[in-house]
C-alpha cells in the first residue's frame, strides 16, 4: 500500500514536471479563478460597508413642541425601545443642546448668530433622534409609535415622512446591489469553474492515449487515476499559495489608498480579520476544484 | 486458453465485423490469424483483452468469461496478456525504462525488483543506452523492441501480437518474428495476427483465416492462402 502510494505521488510530480507548460496553463488559470472569487468575497465587503454606511445616516427626527417636559419626551423615549427593542440608537437631544450644538457648528458665521439674537428666544426644539437597525419595517414600527394620538400633544413634527421616499429608495436600491452582486458572483464563479474544467480536461485529453495503454497492460484504476487527482492537487496548491500572496500584496498596498475614498474601511485589516474564510474559499476554489475536475475527467477516460 | 465460442461482433447500427467465430487456442500453441485489411483480426484481439464485448456469443480466458469480467477481473486478465501492437502503444510521457518498469508496478512487483530486472530485460533488446531516452526518440524497430520487452517482462501466460511488423522494415520485421519464435519455444502461448505473406509461410504453425469476418480455413500447419 504504502509502495503503491508513493509511486502514484512519483508518478504525478514526474508528469507535472514533464508537462511544464500545461502545469504552467493549469495553475494560472486555477489562480485567476481564485482571484476572481476573492475579489467577489472583498467586494461583497465593501458593498456592505456602504450599504451600512447609507443605512447610519438614515435617521428618524421627532420633534418635540417647546413646551413638552423632559420626562414626557423620555417616556416616549422608553416606548420606542420596548416597541422595537433592536434598534440601533435612540438620543435625547435638548432644546439647550440643540442650540449649543447650532452655536458650536457655526461659530464662524456671524450672520448666523446674528439672526439668533434678532430671534431673542431659543428657537430650537427637543428632538429625538433614532437609527433603526436598516430595515423599511422597523421605520415603519418607530414611526407608528411616534404618530400614537396620545403623543399628539409633545410631538410637533416627525422627520420619517417627509424622507420616507428616499429611505424607501436607498433600501431598494441597497437590495438591489445585493441582488445584483450574488446573482453576478453566482455566474462569474460559474464561469470560472467552467473554465477550470475545461482547462484540465484538455489536459488529461492529451493523455487519453497514455490511459488506454495503461488500461490495456491491466493497470487497476486507482494506480490510473491517482497520478492525475494529486496532479490537480499540485495545480490547486500551487494556485492557491501564489493566490494567497497575490491578496496579501494588493490588499497590503491597496488599503491606504482605499481608506481616502472610503474613510473608516481599511482594506488590509477586512483581509486579516476574514483571513481564515479567505483562505478556505481560495483552497476550496484550488486544491478542491482541481482535484475534483481531474477526478470527473479522468473518470470518462477509464469506462472500459 | 483462449476459446471463441459463436462469437459475432455488430458494430452499430448495423456493420457486422465477425459472423459466429468459434475455434480455440491451447496453451503452448503458434497460431497466426490472418486475413485482408478490414478482415477483423483487430476486433478479435479486442475481445481477447476486453476491449470489446461481443454482441452475440462468448470469449473466454483461461475458462473465464471475459465480456462477463470486470473491474480487477479483468485487469488480472489483461495481465496476463502481453500485448504487441502496430502503433506499438507505449506510453509517450514515460522513458524506455520508465515503460518497462510501469508494467511491473502494474502487477505489483516490489522496487528492489524492478531496478533489477529493468536493466537486464533492456539489455537483452539492446536498449540499454536508451533507457533514459522517449520513446519518440526511438526508431521504430527500437520501439517494437520495446514493446516486447514490456509485453514479456512480467512473462505472461500468452503473447498477442497484433499487426506487429506493419510498419516495420524487412530487417526489423525478421527479428521480431525471431523474438515470437523464442517466446514460443519457452513455452508461452502465442497469437499473430498479420497479413504478411511471407511471415505466416516461413512460420508453418496453425493458421487460422478470417474473411469477411468468418472463419474460412483453420489448419495445423497452414499456409497464406486468401
Redesign the interface.
Known sequence: MLTNLKRVFHFAFIDFYRNKGMSVAAIFVLTITMLLVTGLFFMRGVSNFLVETIQNKIDIAAYFKADTEEKDILTVKEEILKDSPDIKSIKYVSREEALNDFIEKHKDNNTFLKSLTEVGENPFLASLNIITNGSTAQYEQVSNTLQKDEYDTFIEKVDFSEKKGTIEKIFSITSNINKFGLILGAVLVLVAVSVVFNTIKLIIESSKDEIATMKIVGASTWLIKAPFIIQGAIFGAIAFTTCLLVTLAVTYFLSPGLSVIMPGFILFEYFILNLWMIILIQLGFGVGLGIASSFIVVRKYLKV | MIKFQNVTKIYPPDTTVLHDICFEVKEGEFVSIVGKSGAGKTTLVKLI???EEPTSGSVFFAGKNISEAY??DL?????K?G?IYQDY?????KTVYENVA??M????K??EEIISQVPKVLEVIGLAEKSNNFPKELSGGEQQRLAIA?ALVNHPDVVIADEPTGNLDPYNTYEVIRLLQKIHQSGKTVILSTHDREIVNKLGKRVITIENGRVVRDEEKGRFII
Do not use: F, T
Request: charged fraction near 25%.
Open positions: 483483452l476486453g476491449l473491474g480487477a485487469q488480472e486478465i489483461r495481465r496478456i500485448g502503444k507505449l506510453l509517450p510521457a510501469y508494467v508496478a502494474v502487477e505489483g516490489e522496487n514490456r
